[in-house]
């Protein structure tokens, strides 16, 4: 019984879980702004190309 208690009490996993969960929303942060900006980035790129290819 007292290592249930200890376990309900011990707060070491709970950090681990919230660093799982910031990393998690981060790298759907990125992964949301490479879908929306990389159209534009890719056009972007190849509009350069084409400038260095003519120069």
Same mark, same amino acid.
């Given at each position: #019984?007292?290592?249930? $208690? ?8 709970? /950090? !681990? %879980?919230?660093?799982?969960? #910031?990393?998690?929303? %981060?790298?759907? !942060? ?9 159209? $534009?980035?890719? !056009?972007?790129? /190849? ?5 260095? $290819?003519?120069?």
């Amino acid at each position: #019984m007292n290592a249930i $208690k200890h376990f309900i009490r011990d707060e070491d996993g709970i /950090t !681990a %879980i919230e660093y799982a969960l #910031m990393a998690a929303a %981060i790298a759907a !942060a990125i992964t949301a702004g490479l879908a929306i900006l990389g159209p $534009k980035l890719t !056009a972007s790129l /190849t509009y350069i190309s084409g400038l260095i $290819k003519s120069s």
